[in-house]
């Protein structure tokens, strides 16, 4: 089993940013692919940004074309985090974030489908309004 539990959300201006981030414990020694949702009121949770890694090593990190350039998914091995860098937020990315987490190493195209992570954390908002 795999426990997430995600901080760092808030209330930002247009433009701002702010950083999420993800703690993993329980079995994270068998934690090979990670990732970022969002979900609004009434709309269907959609891909962000996710991570997957061999070895340790990170092999390959993928973005919503929506936050391509603006988000920046890493991985701190040692703390065994998942950090979400958000940059020059906009009002449409208001919503609440969630962490997802898969003990198997989830195929590059197949990153962004969210059926493919069973563990999953509690959610963090994040507004973007002046």
């Not at 079995?27 to 891909?47: A, C, I, L, V």
């Not at 991570?51 to 350039?69: L, P, Q």
Request: include cysteine; aromatic fraction near 10%.
């Amino acid at each position: 089993q795999v426990q997430l539990v995600e901080s760092g959300g808030g209330l930002v201006q247009p433009g701002g940013s702010l950083r999420l981030s993800c703690a993993a414990s329980g079995r994270t020694d068998s934690t090979y692919t990670m990732g970022w949702f969002r979900q609004t009121p009434g709309k269907e949770r959609e891909f962000v940004a996710a991570i997957r890694w061999i070895s340790g090593r990170t092999a390959f990190a993928d973005y919503a074309d929506s936050v391509k350039d603006r988000f920046t998914i890493s991985r701190d091995n040692a703390k065994k985090i998942v950090n979400l860098q958000m940059n020059s937020l906009k009002p449409e990315d208001t919503a609440a974030y969630y962490c997802a987490a898969s003990t198997s190493l989830v195929a590059t195209s197949q990153m962004q489908i969210q059926e493919k992570y069973a563990y999953w954390g509690q959610g963090t908002q994040v507004t973007v309004s002046s």
